[in-house]
């Protein structure tokens, strides 16, 4: 539900690109809760917080008086979280406006039970293709579950007389070949962003690899709540660094090709540190976000040149005889890193530690300071274990062997400090 049908419409394809449930939208709860009368319970409901509280939240009371184990999610674009769920306890989640596709997709697979599939061809409305004036995307008729037919070719124009054909004869929808659903969702997502002048826009993170997030996710048992509080945790640290104009130039430059060797690595690395932590416990809320900005940040002083072949660089960096340049500039790289978060305005310590210490090595074979893991702090301590983790996993074949080879190795490497305790914690979640 969203009572702006173009948000709803966005929702709609996003949702339509991997969940394989039936999917009802409306701009009005009161037409939602007919169905729902109609049809039964929903596997989830997501809704916009006007639709929660503009009709005197009739619908939430329904839900209310069903006791719904339903999953709500909500969308906002004033989230005050903590008050607006303290006061509509069954909200499940909240997620900002304005919406990042990647990250609504992570959250309602992280919650949904069902399957997902790949569909061939993605729906859209045909006033949606007209109001983006198309000629992007091949368009495609449905014939059947299995059938389309190429209407409209690739840099043809579509015209209102077009649609008035097809309206007249009852066709309210077209369809784009499944590879195309990534770029129109990016069309769709920019244009409702260049409207409400979002900041954030840029930095989203583009979760190219949702699919490694949830088969890491599913081998280490975490639980939707693990993975909500995860994504909570990203948006608010992106939230904490668009605010900074300085910030958010490097990262939009540093981030602005989600396939780079570079995003994907950032990407995976904050959802992950936020995810260990929130699997693990005790770092609560303010830690997740403090690790989520630190891996935003900890690498943007290095090149993507370097990205390519960072193993030999980490090799010749903890080497304290190479005194190259290109070397030294390297080993610096946390400093670099570091001067940034200095001009936050809520400067974090925490976060400016993470991100020197993020190469320091339990035996003190580390760098830049060479600290052993008695003057390594829990966070970055944390941080460290789970670059582990990813590293095992970007070096590895497959997901599940990558992470069996992390655990046995981890058992016997972290033996000190920090590191040991949190890597028991973290053994004795998965065992359950
Ligand atoms: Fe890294
Ligand atoms: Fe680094």
């Not at 600290?371 to 301590?381: E, F, M, N, W, Y």
């Not at 080879?405 to 359950?432: C, N, Q, V």
């Given at each position: 539900m969203d009572p702006n049908p173009e948000i709803l419409n966005l929702q709609e394809t996003a949702l339509s690109c991997f969940y394989s449930g039936e999917i009802f939208a409306f701009e009005d709860s009161l037409r939602a809760l007919e169905v729902i009368q109609k049809k039964g319970v929903p596997e989830m409901i997501i809704m916009d917080h006007r639709n929660l509280t503009e009709d005197d939240s009739l619908f939430y009371r329904h839900l209310d008086v069903e006791k719904l184990a339903t999953p709500l999610i909500v969308c906002s674009e004033n989230a005050q979280e903590d008050k607006f769920m303290n006061f509509y306890p069954l909200v499940t989640a909240m997620?900002?406006?304005?919406?990042?596709?990647?990250?609504?997709?992570?959250?309602?697979?992280s919650i949904s039970t069902?399957?997902?599939?790949?569909?061939?061809?993605?729906?859209?409305?045909?006033?949606?293709?007209?109001?983006?004036?198309?000629?992007?995307?091949?368009?495609?008729?449905?014939?059947?579950?299995?059938?389309?037919?190429k209407i409209i070719h690739k840099g043809e124009p579509f015209f209102d007389s077009d649609a008035n054909k097809l309206f007249s004869k009852g066709i309210r929808e077209l369809f784009i070949k499944y590879e195309d659903s990534k770029e129109f969702l990016k069309f769709l997502e920019k244009e409702m962003n260049v409207e409400s002048g979002n900041t954030v826009e840029g930095i989203s993170l583009a979760i190219e690899n949702v699919e490694a997030i949830e088969q890491i996710a599913k081998f280490m048992n975490w639980s939707p709540s693990v993975l909500v509080s995860?994504?909570?945790?990203?948006?608010q640290a992106v939230k904490i660094l668009s605010k900074n104009n300085n910030i958010i130039s490097v990262l939009k430059r540093r981030l602005a090709n989600p396939t780079s060797a570079?995003?994907?690595?950032?990407?995976?690395?904050?959802?992950?540190?936020?995810a260990f932590g929130s699997s693990i416990g005790w770092i609560g809320e303010s830690g997740q976000v403090k690790l989520a900005m630190?891996?935003?940040?900890?690498?943007?002083?290095?090149?993507?040149?370097?990205?390519?072949?960072?193993?030999?660089?980490?090799?010749?960096?903890?080497?304290?005889?190479?005194?190259?340049?290109?070397?030294?500039?390297?080993?610096?790289?946390?400093?670099e890193a570091s001067k940034l978060v200095k001009t936050l305005d809520a400067f974090s310590p925490?976060?400016?530690?993470?991100?020197?210490?993020?190469?320091?090595?339990?035996?003190?074979?580390?760098?830049?300071?060479?600290?052993?893991?008695?003057?390594?702090?829990?966070?970055?301590?944390?941080?460290?274990?789970?670059?582990?983790?990813?590293?095992?996993?970007?070096?590895?074949?497959?997901?599940?062997?990558?992470?069996?080879?992390?655990?046995?190795?981890?058992?016997?490497?972290?033996?000190?400090?920090?590191?040991?305790?949190?890597?028991?914690?973290?053994?004795?979640?998965?065992?359950?």
């Open positions: 997620i900002e406006k304005p919406l990042s596709v990647s990250s609504f997709t992570y959250l309602v697979k069902l399957q997902t599939r790949q569909p061939t061809h993605v729906p859209i409305k045909i006033p949606t293709l007209l109001r983006l004036g198309m000629g992007h995307f091949d368009l495609y008729l449905k014939l059947s579950d299995k059938n389309f037919v995860a994504q909570k945790s990203v948006s570079y995003s994907r690595h950032v990407g995976l690395l904050t959802y992950m540190v936020c630190a891996a935003l940040l900890h690498d943007v002083a290095v090149d993507e040149a370097i990205y390519e072949n960072l193993r030999e660089w980490d090799k010749r960096a903890s080497h304290s005889g190479d005194k190259s340049p290109d070397t030294i500039r390297y080993r610096m790289h946390p400093f925490d976060v400016d530690q993470i991100i020197l210490q993020h190469h320091e090595v339990k035996d003190g074979s580390g760098f830049p300071r060479a600290l052993d893991s008695v003057r390594i702090g829990h966070l970055p301590a944390l941080f460290i274990i789970v670059e582990d983790l990813v590293d095992f996993i970007d070096d590895g074949e497959n997901i599940e062997t990558s992470i069996t080879d992390f655990i046995t190795w981890g058992r016997e490497y972290y033996d000190s400090g920090h590191f040991k305790k949190i890597f028991t914690a973290f053994e004795e979640k998965l065992k359950g």
